[in-house]
Nanobody
Framework: QVQLVESGGGLVQAGGSLRLSCVVS????????VSWYRQAPGQQREWVAY???????NYADSVKGRFTISRDGAQNTVYLQMNSLKPEDTAVYYC???????WGQGTQVTVSS
């Protein structure tokens, strides 16, 4: 069973930064893309970014230029560096191992105006 544990969320003022981490059990991220998603209150979960096992990345238009996804295969960890945060980035952020569809429990990010 693959387990994912997100951390790094918190409360930050608009314009600030946070770095989220997603630690994945085992070594599946060496063969599977990993994505970050987010879900704001009353909204559907939306895709934010993904990274492949060859470090190709892609981003939703709403975060392009502000967020950076990266991974450390040796540490089985995927990161989401979030800069220039806006109140509309407030959500619970989840990571997902695409191969097999494994989700973490989420970490709350709140951006105050």
């Amino acid at each position: 069973q693959v387990q994912l544990v997100e951390s790094g969320g918190g409360l930050v003022q608009a314009g600030g930064s946070l770095r989220l981490s997603c630690v994945v059990s085992g070594s599946i991220i060496r063969i599977s893309p990993v994505s970050w998603y987010r879900q704001a209150p009353g909204q559907q979960r939306e895709w934010v970014a993904y990274i492949t096992n060859s470090d190709s990345t892609n981003y939703a238009d709403s975060v392009k230029g502000r967020f950076t996804i990266s991974r450390d295969g040796a540490q089985n960890t995927v990161y989401l560096q979030m800069n220039s945060l806006k109140p509309e980035d407030t959500a619970v952020y989840y990571c997902k191992v695409e191969r097999g569809g494994y989700w973490g429990q989420g970490t709350q990010v709140t951006v105050s105006s």
